[in-house]
């Protein structure tokens, strides 16, 4: 993939100083940049390494600039970061449906672009948005919702009543709302 340097900073909100035509093929830290790649320097210190090194252009804050490497600013080099190895390196997109492994509650709702997994198991009531993405071996008990554009790695537990909200990552083998149910029954059983 190529991509200029006003292409990216358009995508990151950021302004360029130097060659808005710069192409870009990568993106890599300081020390390991070649040419055509993009790096990032969130202060003064990594900056001068960053100029220091083959990168072709740097995302840095809204007060560096340097005289042999275009800069793209922006306000916040972290997040600019973070959405610039997403452009590079995009996740693959999960084909939508329901593998033939999963086994799902007949009362489910399930978004029609939504991917579920092989051997995932969704509970009676659960709702999951559109275009969320449940791995394989998932484990999604009754009356949960998980919001649009979700995704859950491999082997994650939601406990009944569990509520996810939009655009969430959750990572392999995490468990939420186990620490609430178990309250709940501890209070429950001494109450008695």
């Given at each position: ?186 209070r429950a059983s001494t109450s008695r």
């Open positions: 993939m190529t991509l200029t340097t006003a292409e990216i900073a358009k995508q990151l909100g950021g302004e360029v100083l130097g060659d808005p035509g710069a192409a870009l093929t990568g993106f890599a830290s300081a020390d390991l940049a070649k040419p055509g790649d993009l790096t990032f320097a969130e202060n003064a210190e990594y900056f001068a390494k960053a100029e220091a090194g083959a990168a072709t252009a740097i995302i840095a804050g809204k007060e560096l600039t340097s005289a042999s490497k275009v800069v793209i600013r922006v306000a916040n080099p972290r997040v600019a970061f973070a959405k610039a190895v997403g452009i590079f390196f995009p996740e693959p997109k999960a084909a939508a449906g329901i593998h033939p492994s999963a086994v799902v509650a007949k009362t489910a709702q399930i978004d029609p672009s939504a991917h579920i997994g092989p051997h995932c198991t969704i509970g009676e009531r659960v709702k999951v948005g559109a275009n969320s993405v449940l791995m394989s071996g998932n484990f999604i008990g009754d009356d949960s919702v998980i919001g649009d554009g979700t995704k859950l790695f491999p082997n994650v537990v939601l406990y009944a009543r569990s509520q996810v909200g939009q655009r969430v990552r959750i990572h392999a083998g995490s468990v939420i709302g186990g620490t609430a149910l178990a309250t709940c029954l501890m």
